[in-house]
């Protein structure tokens, strides 16, 4: 550093920030590949936390208002949970906590060629005849589905899981797939939601099925009734 001293102030000042500069850089490289995993804690918010909830609550730990809320009676009920399983005690969903309460939740699928071609199959199959937003919205309850706990974690595990969708049983989806499907799987892969995140839709006008009348209609599109 001596030679800095002999420089005007001005040069002084720019070195002297460089120098500081590079270190910082340094060590941001040293932690860029660092991987830090999320888990849900105390503060968080969503589905998981909900199934968190249903499944501390069916065991008797968890007594209060199914929310979705991490609050401090969830992070109890954990703590409760994790005591009982002789595991680590961190207070959080994490992952050996999560497996022990046999939650397992999804995440989207990249819009591949493969991906494209097996969602758009569905979508032309289920919304054939629909107006597009409503074949996007098939393609976004199923792209929910993965994303939420009561379904399989896949997106062919959510197509061909057993008697979710008439199109399988009926050969419709064996049929050659609509131009518009492919758009709208594309859309649907990549976040487009018209349903503002149902998981459940049908045809009032095909459908006896009592369950799916029993759920919350949040849009209708076409003729789709979307729920939650």
């Given at each position: ?26 060590c ?95 979508i ?25 706990p ?6 062919a ?56 009348k ?15």
């Open positions: 550093m001596e030679f800095i001293k002999k420089l005007n102030p001005f040069y002084k000042i720019a070195i002297t920030a460089g120098l500081i500069f590079a270190a910082l850089a340094a941001v490289d040293m932690t860029a590949d660092k991987t830090v995993t999320v888990y849900s804690q105390k503060g968080s918010e969503g589905a998981e936390v909900e199934a968190v909830q249903r499944v501390l609550a069916e065991r008797g730990l968890f007594t209060g208002e199914i929310t979705g809320y991490f609050g401090d009676l969830t992070e109890q009920a954990i703590l409760k949970f994790q005591r009982q399983q002789g595991l680590e005690q961190t207070g959080a969903a994490d992952e050996a906590t999560l497996k022990r309460l046999g939650i397992t939740i999804g995440q989207t699928p990249d819009a591949t060629e493969a991906n494209i071609e097996l969602l758009a199959r569905m032309s199959a289920e919304g054939r005849g629909e107006p597009y937003i409503g074949q996007v919205a098939i393609g976004a309850v199923i792209m929910n589905r993965i994303e939420h009561s379904f399989p974690d896949t997106l595990g959510i197509i061909y899981e057993n008697g979710a969708f008439s199109a399988l049983a009926d050969g419709q989806f064996n049929e050659p797939i609509a131009d518009s499907a492919y758009a709208a799987a594309r859309d649907a892969l990549n976040g487009w939601d018209p349903t503002g995140g149902c998981v459940y839709y049908y045809n009032p006008s095909k459908t006896d099925n009592q369950f799916m029993s759920r919350q209609v949040q849009k209708i599109i076409g003729a789709h009734y979307f729920c939650i």
